[in-house]
């Protein structure tokens, strides 16, 4: 079914080895990998390393950018087709975060078949995987927990169809200049990822489908630009398209989306088009991404906009997304060269009304996903209270009130920079608006009122005027504590009513690691053409797991190494598309 200039290696391998030997129970030393807990977003530490390691990808992406050097691995373009002449794919995005939902996703994928709905769905012969294979950061460790031991775990080894895997890199993925994603889905020496071998030769793919489909996985680095290496490789592609030839492309940020608030987003996409499908009279017909975590197809006169990015990611809100966009968006260099066309939403999942519903779960769900973030805001509080107690309860001259007056300063810029930067825009190409400013400034002074509370009550009680050091014993020990938990709160409600103004939406929501709410598209082309999509959706996903109860000898080795103690019950998120020829 592959095409592979690079000679697949048969499944003698380590991962084989390992995938062979069935796990007797859930222990990480059996199951070969550890399942990971979903990421806090919101931990001090957490938010320090992603934010510098996002500010070195902007300032340095350029210099770490391997894309140039992959012209050295040699390209080719691969042919997918079933024993049928058609050919079941499957999309999926977002997925290495926690277990339950990655693993819940890659279960369902990995299945010989499901019924979803009255369709039966056989299991796909080509997964597409469309970008942050792995969160937070992009290191091997990671890749394994969080993304390839789940699903080896779901689909231990090859079956007789032999699928195959490419892979779309993220902005997570490129936070090592792409080191980890070239060599586990490009460089490997074994090249199975789980039961599926992987096909690529570069970060970047063209796949041909039956009936004169075909697949191009596209590779920007995180919005920036397309390399040359890469130009010229879609240029070759572009040679055996036609005017009777229907592209899917597989992008790796919905920038139809995201112009709204950075109108040059969509200039690389619009760019390729422009370039590269349309002077050869081919028609794109689709184009498929994640980045934002939910399932939303906007539909145009001749193409379909699809958002999949449910994979196993924290479940990011669809009822900020705008009811219809223009692409390319106006006022940009793409609109220059191409004519804007309209798009609406025509579906969505979560919806609406419930991805509202979810966002009110942030007073429960973020001091219980990130207690890291209760200490921290315990701890800066806690040193305000007592500049604030100093410098009330201090007598003496000018010189001593200066001196208790110097933390408290501290403590009060260290408050308000920290909440107004809180306040940031939507996207990195996005502008600080007013709404930024009056929110920032609003949730800084919240902050500071809450602290003169704190120390109002503080010196009230008969624990200040104790010998030292049972003041600042009871202050770390009952107070910060306290106050950390009413702070964070605090910065609920902020997140909450913030979101209502499109302020901080991404952070109301990644606080609260929201496992359910998943997705993912089974897509079936006929051999006639006819491409029918099934957006399968799942909302709620499994949190226990047992080890597969069938054993016996007779037991298929493809079969699943962990099963859910209760089934998962999948559900179309909306009606079959159906894209004729």
Not at 19 to 25: E, N, T, Y
Not at 462 to 481: K, M, N, R
Not at 533 to 558: G, K
Request: proline fraction near 9%; aromatic fraction near 10%; charge should be neutral.
């Amino acid at each position: 079914m592959t095409d592979d200039p690079t000679p697949v290696e048969g499944p003698d391998g380590d991962d084989f080895a390992r995938s062979a030997r069935r796990p007797r129970s859930t222990d990480p030393l059996e199951l070969g990998f550890t399942p990971r807990k979903p990421v806090p977003w919101l931990a001090p530490f957490l938010l320090i390393s992603t934010g510098l390691r996002t500010l070195l990808a902007m300032l340095f992406g350029a210099y770490l950018d391997k894309r140039e050097l992959q012209n050295a691995f040699g390209g080719g373009i691969f042919r997918q087709v079933g024993p049928d002449g058609g050919l079941w794919l499957d999309y999926v995005a977002d997925l290495g975060d926690g277990f339950n939902g990655t693993y819940s996703v890659a279960y369902l994928i990995a299945q010989p078949e499901i019924e979803v709905d009255g369709h039966r769905l056989p299991r796909a012969q080509t997964l597409v995987m469309g970008g942050d294979q792995v969160y937070p950061s992009a290191s091997y460790a990671a890749y394994e927990d969080r993304c390839k031991g789940p699903y080896q775990a779901a689909l231990p080894v090859t079956p007789p169809e032999r699928p195959t895997l490419f892979a779309v890199p993220g902005n997570h993925d490129w936070y090592d200049g792409l080191t980890a994603f070239l060599r586990l889905f490009v460089r490997s020496r074994d090249r199975h990822f789980g039961g599926w071998e992987t096909g690529q030769s570069r970060s970047y793919f063209a796949v041909e489908l039956p009936a004169d489909w075909w697949l191009l996985g596209l590779d920007d680095q995180s919005g920036s630009y397309l390399d040359d290496p890469q130009l010229t490789y879609f240029d070759e592609v572009a040679r055996k398209l036609g005017p009777q030839s229907r592209v899917i492309m597989a992008v790796p940020a919905p920038t139809w989306v995201k112009a709204g608030d950075d109108p040059t987003a969509y200039d690389s996409i619009d760019y390729f088009i422009r370039t590269i499908v349309t002077p050869t009279g081919a028609q794109v017909r689709l184009l498929v991404s994640g980045d934002l975590h939910h399932y939303a197809r906007y539909a145009g006169p001749d193409r379909q906009l699809i958002t999949c990015g449910s994979g196993g990611a924290y479940l990011y809100p669809t009822h900020h997304l705008p009811e219809r966009i223009e692409v390319p968006p106006r006022d940009t260099l793409s609109r220059r060269a191409s004519r804007t066309r309209p798009y609406d939403l025509v579906a969505r999942f979560p919806d609406k009304a419930r991805s509202r519903r979810y966002g009110w779960g942030i007073f429960g769900r973020l001091p219980l996903r990130n207690p890291g973030f209760g200490t921290l805001l315990g701890t800066l509080h806690t040193l305000l209270m007592l500049a604030m107690a100093g410098a009330a309860t201090t007598g003496g001259g000018e010189t001593e009130q200066r001196l208790f007056s110097v933390p408290l300063v501290a403590m009060l810029l260290v408050t308000a920079v920290g909440a107004v930067v809180f306040a940031k825009p939507p996207s990195a190409g996005g502008k600080r608006e007013v709404r930024h400013w009056i929110l920032g400034v609003g949730h800084a002074l919240a902050h500071v009122a809450l602290a003169a509370a704190g120390t109002w009550v503080w010196l009230a009680l008969p624990l200040y005027d104790w010998a030292w050091p049972l003041p600042a014993v009871a202050a770390a020990v009952v107070y910060g504590p306290v106050i950390g938990l009413v702070a964070t709160e605090l910065v609920a409600a902020y997140l909450l009513v913030a979101g209502a103004f499109g302020v901080n939406v991404n952070e109301l929501f990644a606080g609260q690691g929201i496992e359910d709410a998943k997705a993912f598209l089974r897509m079936r082309i006929d051999p006639d053409g006819t491409l029918t999509i099934y957006p399968v959706a799942v909302d709620r996903v499994a949190r226990d797991w047992q080890v597969n109860p069938d054993t016996s000898p007779a037991a298929s080795p493809t079969t699943s190494w962990l099963t859910p103690t209760r089934p998962l019950t999948p559900r179309l998120a909306e009606p079959p598309l159906t894209l004729t020829p």
